[in-house]
C-alpha cells in the first residue's frame, strides 16, 4: 500500500482536494474528521476537555467547538493543553484507520493530516510521499474568513498556530497551486492522479 500524506495551511484547500482524490477511488483518512470522532459525546477525550476548560465549552453534552476554537486560537498555552488532551487520541484512531485500509489491501492511501509537518507525521508514519496544497497567505485568508464566518483577527490568529505555507512546500514531493478556481485546482488534481498511478500501479486497474 503506498501511502500518501496530503497536508497544506488551514483553509488552503486540502478537503476540496481529498473529495477530489476520494472521487478518483482512493480512500481517505482525515485527521480532521477523526478529531472530531474523538470527541463524541460519552468519549474520555470529551471528558478530559471538560476537565480542563470547563463546562463551559459544552452544550447539551456536545462539545462547542467554536467556542474552544476561540480560546485556543490566539493563546499558545491554550492550545498546548488542547493539544496535549487530543494528539494521543487522534494518532491512535489514525493508527487504526491506516492498519484497517492495510487489511483491505488497497493500492493507496491518503492521509489528509493539517499538522503532518508541525506534529511530526510523516517521521512516525511510513508516508511515501507528500502533497502539499498551497495558497497565497491573502487568499488563505478570505477563504478561511468566508468558510467558517470569522473577522480577521480570529482568521490570522488560526493561520499564526501553523507552520508558513513556504516551509511546508519546500518539503513536498508534490505541490498544488490552489491560488485559482476550482475547475483549475480539478485540472491539476487530474494531473496528480497520473503521477500516482506510476507509483501505484495497481490503482490504474481499479
Ligand atoms: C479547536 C477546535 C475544536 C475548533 O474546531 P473547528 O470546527 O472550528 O475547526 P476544525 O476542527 O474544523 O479545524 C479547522 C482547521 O484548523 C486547524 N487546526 C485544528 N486544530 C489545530 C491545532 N491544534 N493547531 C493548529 N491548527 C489546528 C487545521 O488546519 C484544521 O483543518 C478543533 O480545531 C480541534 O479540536 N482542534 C484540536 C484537534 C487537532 O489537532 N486537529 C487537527 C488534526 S491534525
Ligand atoms: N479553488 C478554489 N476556489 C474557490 N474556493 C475554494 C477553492 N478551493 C477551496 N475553496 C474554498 O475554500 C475553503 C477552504 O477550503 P478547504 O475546506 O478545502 O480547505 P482545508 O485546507 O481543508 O481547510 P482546513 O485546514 O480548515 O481543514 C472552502 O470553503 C472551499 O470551498
Redesign the pocket.
Known amino acids: 500500500m503506498v501511502i500518501i500524506g496530503l497536508t497544506?495551511?488551514?483553509?488552503t484547500g486540502?478537503?476540496t482536494v481529498s473529495t477530489m482524490l476520494r472521487d478518483a477511488g482512493m480512500p481517505i483518512v482525515d485527521?480532521?474528521v477523526?478529531?472530531?470522532e474523538v470527541?463524541e459525546p460519552g468519549t474520555h477525550t470529551l471528558e478530559a476537555i471538560k476537565l480542563a476548560f470547563g463546562p463551559g465549552v459544552i452544550e447539551n453534552g456536545v462539545?462547542n467547538?467554536?467556542q474552544?476554537?476561540n480560546?485556543?486560537?490566539g493563546n499558545q498555552s491554550e492550545?498546548q493543553r488542547?493539544?496535549a488532551i487530543?494528539?494521543p487520541a487522534?494518532r491512535s484512531v489514525m493508527a487504526d484507520k491506516i492498519n484497517f485500509w492495510r487489511t483491505q489491501h488497497v493500492p493507496v492511501l491518503i492521509l489528509d493530516?493539517?499538522?503532518?509537518f508541525?506534529?511530526e507525521?510523516d517521521k512516525n508514519y511510513h508516508v511515501d510521499k507528500i502533497i502539499v496544497v498551497s495558497a497565497d497567505p491573502e487568499v488563505q485568508l478570505a477563504r478561511l474568513k468566508s468558510r467558517?464566518s470569522l473577522d480577521e483577527r480570529q482568521a490570522k490568529n488560526?493561520m499564526r498556530?501553523?507552520m508558513p505555507i513556504a516551509e511546508k512546500v519546500a518539503r513536498a514531493d508534490y505541490v498544488i497551486n490552489n491560488n485559482g478556481d476550482k475547475s483549475q485546482l480539478k485540472a491539476q488534481v487530474d494531473d496528480l492522479i497520473e503521477k500516482l498511478k506510476d507509483i501505484a500501479p495497481e490503482y490504474d486497474t481499479k
Open positions: 497544506g495551511s488551514i483553509a486540502k478537503s485527521a480532521d477523526v478529531a472530531r470527541v462539545l467547538r467554536s474552544l476554537g480560546i485556543v486560537f492550545l488542547l493539544n487530543m494528539q487522534i493530516i493539517p499538522l503532518l508541525e506534529r507525521y467558517d488560526r498556530t501553523q
